[in-house]
Nanobody
Framework: QVQLVESGGGLVQAGGSLRLSCSAS????????MAWYRQAPGKPRLWVAH???????YYADSVKGRFTISRDNAKNTVYLQMNSLKPEDTAVYYC???????????????WGQGTQVTVSS
């Protein structure tokens, strides 16, 4: 059974930091690019960042320079380090296992349950 389980969300003041984790089933982690998406209330789910199997990373302009995505292949885990958080970063954050390269990310079928990040001003 494929599973993606996020953790690490919470409430933080503007300018603060959080680190999200997503633990994935080995069967899917080893063959997938891994991504983080986020969805604010009433808004569509948007791509935030992805990391390829080879470790290359790509970011949305809105988070570039503040967020860092990484993967630990030994632990089947992908992380999202979020620094200099802003109120507009408030959303439910989801991880996804899919296919990605330098110019695209195609989400796969499996999603985590999401973790809430709330940034207060």
């Amino acid at each position: 059974q494929v599973q993606l389980v996020e953790s690490g969300g919470g409430l933080v003041q503007a300018g603060g930091s959080l680190r999200l984790s997503c633990s994935a089933s080995k069967s899917i982690f080893s063959v997938s690019a891994m991504a983080w998406y986020r969805q604010a209330p009433g808004k569509p789910r948007l791509w935030v960042a992805h990391v390829t199997n080879g470790g290359s990373t790509y970011y949305a302009d809105s988070v570039k320079g503040r967020f860092t995505i990484s993967r630990d292949n030994a632990k089947n885990t992908v992380y999202l380090q979020m620094n200099s958080l802003k109120p507009e970063d408030t959303a439910v954050y989801y991880c996804n296992a899919g296919q990605g390269g330098s110019t695209y990310y195609t989400p796969g079928y499996y999603w985590g349950q999401g973790t809430q990040v709330t940034v207060s001003s």
